[in-house]
C-alpha cells in the first residue's frame, strides 16, 4: 500500500484508480454500518476519496494507506452523526418553543417577528448561497444532489450551506438561545 501512496502522491492517476476500486465498495459498506444511508455512505466515500486526490501531494500517512482510510471514513461518519443529532436536538426545541407560542399571544408576535429575521436573513444571503439553503431546506435535496444540479462541488455546497447557517444562528440568537 505504501508504493501506492507513493504513486499516487506523484500523480499516478492509474494507481489512484486502482485503490480506488480496491476499497470503495468495502469503504461504502463500512460508512453504512454507521449512516444507515446508502446514499450518504458512498458520498462520504467519494469525499475522502476526493480529498486524498486533491490533496495527495501533502499526504503524510504513517500508517498503512488501508487503515488511513478506514479511520478516515469512520472519523467523517462520527462527525455527520454528531452533527445530525446537533440539528435533531435543534428541531425539537423549535418545536416545544413554537407549540408554547401559539398559547401565548405575546409568544405569537415573537414568533411573528422571528419569521420576519429568518425572510431578511434569507433576503440577505448572496443568491448563490441562498439558492443552496433553499434547495437543501425548502426542496430537502442532499448536497450531493445540489452540487450535481449546480454543477459544482460537495465542498462548495458545505461551505455556502455553513454561512447560510451561521447567518442564521447570529440573527436568530436573540429568539432561541443559540450562541454562535
Request: some cysteine; aromatic content about 10%; charged content about 30%.
Amino acid at each position: 500500500m505504501n508504493l501506492i501512496l507513493r504513486r499516487i502522491q506523484k500523480g499516478d492517476l492509474k494507481a489512484f484508480e486502482s485503490l480506488f476500486k480496491e476499497l470503495y465498495s468495502p469503504l461504502c459498506l463500512y460508512a453504512n454500518k454507521y449512516l444507515q444511508d446508502k446514499d450518504k455512505a458512498e458520498e462520504t466515500v467519494q469525499d475522502i476519496f476526493y480529498g486524498i486526490w486533491k490533496n495527495r501531494e501533502k499526504l503524510d500517512i504513517r500508517v498503512s494507506f488501508k487503515s488511513y482510510l478506514y479511520k478516515a471514513v469512520q472519523n467523517n461518519c462520527l462527525q455527520q452523526i454528531q452533527h445530525h443529532l446537533v440539528e435533531d436536538k435543534y428541531k425539537q426545541y423549535v418545536k416545544s418553543e413554537v407549540a408554547h407560542f401559539h398559547s401565548d399571544p405575546a409568544k405569537e408576535m415573537e414568533l411573528q417577528e422571528m419569521n420576519e429575521v429568518i425572510e431578511q436573513t434569507l433576503d440577505s444571503l448572496p443568491e448563490r448561497c441562498k439558492e443552496i439553503f433553499s434547495m437543501s431546506r425548502f426542496e430537502g435535496l442532499k448536497y450531493r444532489e445540489i452540487a450535481e444540479k449546480l454543477e459544482i462541488s460537495t465542498k462548495t455546497v458545505e461551505a455556502n450551506m455553513g454561512k447560510a447557517l451561521q447567518a442564521f444562528r447570529q440573527n436568530l440568537k436573540q429568539y432561541v438561545g443559540v450562541n454562535s
